[in-house]
């Protein structure tokens, strides 16, 4: 993939995210925003991958602790969703920790639990792999 095909593949993702939003508001429990993201995505013909188990190995040493992505698409981007009053730092660092754990070019937060998702709602990351991809 060139880093043009994941930013138009952000580009989808958050403007599907923007219809779920439009037609659901806000006030819903996360699972439902995934499911109808996802939902869209697949519909769309995305691949799709949902809550899978994140890998964690330290020297040598497997462990099992349960971390989990919301979505993947197109096994590109990892898209994690909240519905809090307002994103904080630990939000970035969990989607940051796993796009390091999985070496994924890019990842999106979305907090459908706001007014306006592409204004306020969302935020989007980009890691080594990202700068190392060709432009086109």
């Known amino acids: 993939m060139t880093q043009k095909e994941i930013n138009q ?3 989808d993702i958050i403007g599907f995210a923007i219809e779920v939003h439009k037609e659901l508001g806000n006030g819903l429990l996360e699972s439902i925003y995934e499911k109808c993201l996802a939902h869209l995505l697949i519909k769309n ?3 799709v991958t949902i809550q899978q188990s994140i890998p964690l190995n330290f020297r040598g040493l497997y462990l099992d602790c349960e971390l989990r992505f919301d979505l993947m698409v197109n096994d590109s981007i990892i898209v994690e969703l909240k519905t809090v009053e ?3 730092p630990i939000h970035e660092a969990q989607l940051l920790t796993y796009l390091k754990l999985l070496k994924k070019p890019k990842g999106i937060l979305i907090n459908f639990n706001c007014t306006n998702i592409f204004k306020e ?3 989007t990351f980009v890691t ?3 700068r190392s991809l ?3």
Do not use: A, T
């Open 128 to 130: 080594e792999y990202f």
């Open 121 to 123: 709602g969302q935020r």
């Open 9 to 11: 593949l952000s580009y």
């Open 86 to 88: 307002e994103l904080i």
């Open 45 to 47: 013909g995305y691949k």
């Open 134 to 136: 060709p432009i086109e």
